[in-house]
């Protein structure tokens, strides 16, 4: 088998024991090939979808609002090792970095508060802010959730909005509606 693959006999033993790190995607199909199997392959979702075009455009849009010095950043991965989660975006006003969760429709707004309060937690930002898309479902669910929401972001947009393009600290963590 091994003369009719091309491959060593010591190299295809390891690769049938699973013990041949490096394997190439031709060494497993001429070796498949040699004993009549062909090798057939799956993707699966591994971490969060690429996020789409109506959520860049909301970070486009609070984008536009900050001054030209501040460092702006997508999907910047959290400082752990091996952590696959992100910020969508991060802004740093000199020394002040902001992480960003953009969500352009609010289906889940205890997941989303989980998910930053585990961010922020485990990652070093001075403020975090919570973007929604200014839609008439998203309204209607901060609405009903204005009391807690007012807790976790004791900033307003408009606060927010006017300190950030000012270049300055809005002062705590804020949700800018936009």
């Known amino acids: 088998m091994a003369r009719q693959c091309g491959l060593s006999q010591s190299y295809l033993s390891r690769l049938e024991r ?21 090798l057939s392959a799956k993707a699966y979702p591994s971490g969060q979808p690429v996020r789409d075009k109506a959520q860049l455009g909301l970070l486009g849009d609070l984008r536009s609002h900050l001054p030209a010095m501040a460092e702006w950043r997508t999907e910047v991965g959290l400082r752990i090792p091996g952590d696959m989660r992100a910020w969508d975006a991060v802004c740093r006003l000199g020394k002040l970095r902001i992480g ?9 707004l205890q997941a989303v508060q989980r998910r930053l309060a585990l961010k922020k937690r485990d990652d070093e930002m001075d403020r975090i802010i919570l973007l929604v898309r200014a839609s008439r479902s998203n309204r209607a669910v901060l609405r009903a959730f204005s009391q807690e929401l007012a807790e976790a972001y004791p900033i307003s947009s408009e606060a ?16 800018i509606v936009l």
Do not use: M
Request: overall charge negative.
């Open 160 to 175: 927010a909005l006017r300190e950030l393009a000012a270049g300055r600290d809005p002062g705590g963590d804020a949700l």
């Open 100 to 108: 960003v969760e953009a969500e352009t429709r609010l289906r889940d």
């Open 18 to 38: 699973g013990d041949a790190p490096g394997v190439t995607l031709e060494h497993l199909c001429l070796a498949l090939r040699a004993v009549g199997l062909d």
